[in-house]
């Protein structure tokens, strides 16, 4: 399946969250399911593989990720001595557009996806296009001089859309983000039971 294009809202109401990767919208102003009858049906209960599906599909739609892009990381994240589930949530925020986004430079990853495929990102200094590189601690991201006049940034950076992660360090002068350390599954800005996500792949890998 490829990365998802379509009414980002609609995703949010199915799921009943916010997902703050996929946009800045909010439900709160119809928390109900989509569709025709939407406003009068209550969400029923779900079955245990319903569960599964939705906390896994969560994580999906907040990074922007196609499904084969997410299981190459369950993957990766079980090769690790840490327990998968916390280690494919630092994975993820790691990537590099994640990273864009938390730092304040884009409104959505997505947005900040498109940041670094038109190279306006700077990884230590060195200009680079691809949305999933993995940061480590000491990495420094920036904006190329001209960048940082981009309305979308200036605009970004003027009402951000979260509060930047304990994480990130934060050099105003220079408009630098650092990594001083790497996230821990709370830093995730929505709530997942990521377990679940775990079980999903459990079966499929």
């Known amino acids: 399946m490829s990365r998802f294009t379509g ?6 109401r199915a799921l009943g969250i916010d997902l703050p990767g996929l946009s800045r919208k909010t439900i709160e102003a119809r928390p109900t399911p989509p569709g025709q009858h939407g406003a009068k049906a209550t969400r029923r209960k779900k079955s245990d593989f319903g569960v599964k599906l939705q906390e896994k599909q969560k994580l999906r739609f907040n990074y922007g990720l196609s499904e084969k892009q997410l299981r190459r990381l369950v993957v990766d994240a079980r090769k690790g001595k840490s327990p998968t589930g916390e280690t494919l949530l630092q994975l993820l925020e790691r990537r590099l557009d994640n990273v864009v986004f938390r730092a304040g430079f884009a409104p959505t ?4 996806r498109q ?3 038109h190279r306006h990102v700077l990884l230590n200094g060195k200009s680079v296009n691809i949305p999933s590189i993995r940061l480590r601690v000491g990495d420094e991201i920036s904006l190329k001089g001209s960048s940082t006049k981009l309305p979308i940034v200036v605009e970004t950076l003027a009402n951000m859309p979260l509060i930047r ?3 990130l360090s934060w050099a105003e002068q220079g408009q ?3 990594v001083a350390h790497l996230p821990a599954a709370e830093d995730v800005p929505f709530p997942v039971d990521v377990q679940q996500v775990v079980e999903y792949y459990a079966n499929r890998l």
């Open 109 to 112: 990853i997505a947005a900040a």
């Open 165 to 167: 992660p304990e994480w």
């Open 7 to 12: 009414p980002r809202l609609k995703v949010m």
């Open 176 to 178: 630098q983000a650092k």
């Open 115 to 117: 940041l670094v495929s």
